[in-house]
């Protein structure tokens, strides 16, 4: 079979890159070897995820904010089959949405694992050979297991292992407090688990701004999950009807199930790519520049396989521009507002530079403003006034440097922060423009506000608070 772009996967980099290429006038070809097409994403990450996110804000809903707000149903009782259900029928919707898309764009799906021959040929295996002009790589990402004895137990399981669960465990060991791990500790609890996390490292989600780790920790601590911070886990045993996982300075806690989320690894090896002379490193994965292209002229990498991110949307932009630039188009990717959600409950959501990156950038001339959710008419009469907004922008032109939030439906809010960094917008730009009202997005134009030094709806007791 001929192509004039071939893409290895079908998740959200893969087949962005295939339809993308398609529009542009290529006979794209996608070679993807799970039965669904979508990838991660859709499959097994942040669809099924967030479907079990959404049973999560549906069971907080009814057992802290309908008898409040007047609404009587009875006590709430989670029914995981239909939780599950539920979840099934979203990502079906999702990954058959993708096979439709392919379809009118008139991309074609070839099923199969797929491996380069050549720098012009992927064998297909128990298919037919394809051969094209331009290629990209957008294999994924698979979990990493540390080496800790007693981790092959069947108790250990990764997200997948997880997602797959018909019973919600008794009680739940989390190894690895990063997004996934804090996003699925968040869920279990909700569900009704005990849940314990395991974090080698002194925060939470240690990446993100350290007032956001920090108001994590406090609410989960909050919530009733417990918090093992610096602490390594140094052996699981099996005790007969569940597990012993042992940390830190001989500590122990038994547990039915636990999850093992410590990091991906880029999906680069058996897959012919060193043999042609494309450059990875098997923890970093493959080397691409900006219009996504690899050490070989016609080959482009996009997604988790090639990408620092680990992100759908990173993925989905990527998978643009390499197919832009395989079709002959000049199109880079800018990495500056790349937004971080997080889907715990309180949600995180930021974009730009933390603080610390600020204050590290720029030294003195940075000023930070936060405004809480508290003061925020909407969010009060959702029953959603945890956590904060704060603005952060450099002092000489005032540009706006970062957005970072932590409360109710922030990862939907953060496109404004997006389209204002893109726009390499001041934060006059966001505190003098008008916000509905009354809205959640009002807190974004507030903390922009605070940070002018001029807030309005800020009770002065809260100010110092704010500041701090
Ligand atoms: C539990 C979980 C939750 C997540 N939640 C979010 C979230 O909320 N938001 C977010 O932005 N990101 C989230 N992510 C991350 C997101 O899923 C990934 O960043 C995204 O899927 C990367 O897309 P990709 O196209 O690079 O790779 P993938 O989605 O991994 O797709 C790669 C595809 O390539 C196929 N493939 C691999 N090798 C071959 C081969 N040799 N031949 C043929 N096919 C092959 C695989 O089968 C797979 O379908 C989550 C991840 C997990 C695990």
């Known amino acids: 079979m001929e192509a004039d772009v071939a893409v290895l996967g079908g998740g959200p980099g893969g087949y962005t890159a295939a339809i993308r290429a398609a529009q542009l ?56 089959a239909a939780a599950n259900e539920w979840k099934a029928a979203v990502v079906k919707q999702m990954t058959q949405g993708v096979a439709s898309l392919f379809k009118a764009n008139g991309v074609e799906w070839v099923k199969g694992a797929g491996r380069f021959k050549d720098a012009s040929t992927i064998a297909v295996e128990g298919g037919e050979d394809v051969s094209f002009k331009q290629a990209i ?37 989390v190894l690895g407090g990063g997004i996934i791990g ?23 989600i240690p990446q993100e701004d350290a007032d956001a780790s920090k108001e994590l920790a406090k609410q989960f601590s909050k919530r ?56 990875l490193d098997k923890r970093k994965g493959i080397a691409a520049d900006e219009r996504r292209r690899t050490t070989v002229q016609n080959i482009y990498a996009v997604g988790d396989c090639a990408g620092y991110w680990q992100l759908a949307h990173t993925a989905f932009r990527e998978g643009e521009v390499a197919a832009e630039n395989a079709m002959g188009h000049d199109a880079v990717v800018d990495n500056r507002g790349v937004p971080r959600p997080i889907y715990t409950d ?27 959710w508290v003061a925020n008419a909407r969010a009060v009469m959702q029953n959603e006034t945890t956590g904060w907004v704060k603005s952060i922008h450099e002092t000489r032109y005032g540009e706006l440097l970062g957005i970072v939030m932590v409360g109710p439906h922030v990862t939907d809010l953060i496109e404004a922060g997006v389209v204002a960094l893109d726009a390499e917008s001041t934060v006059e730009t966001v505190a003098d423009g008008m916000a509905a009202h009354p809205t959640l997005s009002e807190a974004i134009k507030e903390a922009g506000l605070v940070a002018l030094g001029r807030p309005i709806h800020i009770p002065a007791k809260r100010r110092a608070a704010a500041r701090a």
């Open 346 to 372: 309180p949600e995180i959501a930021s974009v730009g530079l933390t603080e610390a990156e600020a204050r590290e950038q720029h030294g003195d001339d940075v000023a930070v403003g936060t405004f809480p």
């Open 224 to 279: 009733g999950i417990a918090l093992h911070l610096e602490k390594q886990c140094t052996g699981v045993e099996e005790t007969g009807d569940g597990l012993r996982v042992q940390f830190g300075d001989g500590e122990t806690v038994e547990a039915d199930l636990m999850l093992v989320s410590v990091g991906r690894g880029p999906t680069v090896e058996g897959l012919g790519l060193e043999e042609i002379g494309v450059e």
């Open 182 to 204: 804090c996003e699925f500790a968040s869920i279990f609890r909700r569900f009704g688990s005990e849940v314990t996390i395991i974090e080698m490292l002194p925060t939470l």
């Open 137 to 173: 790589v957008a294999t994924g990402s698979y979990p990493l297991r540390p080496p800790i004895p007693g981790l092959d137990s069947s108790r250990c399981v990764d997200s997948t292992g997880l997602l797959a669960q018909e019973r919600v465990p008794r009680r739940l060991v």
């Open 25 to 80: 006038g290529a006979k794209a070809v996608c070679i993807e070897k799970e039965p669904e097409l979508g990838g991660t994403c859709l499959r097994v990450g942040c669809i099924p995820t967030k479907a079990w996110v959404q049973t999560a804000f549906a069971l907080k809903e009814a057992e802290e904010t309908f008898a409040k707000l007047g609404v009587r149903v009875g006590e709430p009782q989670l029914d995981i």
